[in-house]
């Protein structure tokens, strides 16, 4: 996922990539050995930089997917067809090559087990990926609190991590509901339609559970999904976002 950052005085460092994976015909987690990697949150992003021949060089921001706790840094890159960088990492990048990136960035996006639950996590299209770090890291470091993650999709080709996604919504503890925003094919067991506060009342927590929100996807869902929780009782302080737009990613 790309968004925009705070840049903080962090240093650019080489990471090698050591396999590209398919997740969707779209979208392709790039899994990186960085030598240099000081460790990062679940929930965090780095920047990435690409540097043409002629000097001219393009910078966009990702999201990491992997836990804390992962041996090796992984990104989850989603092409954009009038992109300057996407493209390249999901159709170009290959094993060998090497990737510019500075990081770990973001503190308020960003869940530690020792924080506990109840968490509701909500996610439109490559918006799921810092949700996805929050579910491996909540596996990896054993935690038990309570998570909800609704997870929006344009069809059921687009659904990224599936069958991950189908495991961990088995272990105790997590919950994994789907909604497609367009057409859904007949052995669909999900949800359709948009996430709106009727469907937030049904998956979400109760606002007296205190639970802390963690909300990340285009602009227009982040903005219903707030608005809707708030309009439910939850606290605005317990609700945490992170949006993206066109960006040239």
Not at 19 to 36: F, G, N, Q, W
Not at 70 to 97: A, H, K, M, N
Not at 105 to 117: E, K, L, Q
Not at 235 to 248: H, S
Request: charged share 25%.
């Amino acid at each position: 996922m790309a968004r925009a950052a705070l840049r903080g005085r962090l240093t650019w460092q080489l990471a090698d990539v050591v396999e590209s994976i398919e997740e969707t015909p779209r979208v392709r987690s790039l899994v990186l050995r960085a030598p240099e990697w000081a460790g990062h949150r679940a929930g965090q992003h780095v920047d990435v930089r690409l540097t043409a021949e002629d000097g001219y060089q393009a910078q966009r921001s990702y999201s990491i997917a992997s836990a804390p706790e992962d041996e090796s840094l992984v990104l989850t890159v989603e092409r954009l067809d009038d992109g300057e960088v996407s493209p390249y990492l999901v159709d170009e990048l290959r094993p060998g090559d090497q990737l510019e990136l500075r990081g770990p960035i973001g503190g308020y996006f960003a869940w530690d087990a020792s924080v506990g639950g109840p968490l509701l996590l909500v996610g439109g299209g490559s918006g799921i990926v810092p949700l996805m770090a929050i579910l491996r890291h909540r596996a990896a470091s054993g935690s038990e609190a309570e998570m909800r993650l609704l997870a929006s999709w344009r069809t059921a080709e687009d659904v990224i991590y599936s069958a991950e996604l189908e495991r961990l919504g088995g272990l105790d503890g997590v919950e994994i509901v789907h909604t497609l925003t367009r057409a859904s094919p007949e052995s669909w067991k999900g949800r359709t339609g948009r996430i709106d506060q009727a469907m937030l009342a049904e998956v979400g927590w109760k606002p007296e559970t205190g639970a802390l929100s963690f909300v990340c996807g285009p602009t227009g869902l982040v903005e219903a999904v707030a608005s809707g929780l708030v309009a439910l009782g939850h606290g605005p302080e317990r609700i945490r976002t992170e949006r993206f737009g066109p960006t040239g990613g």
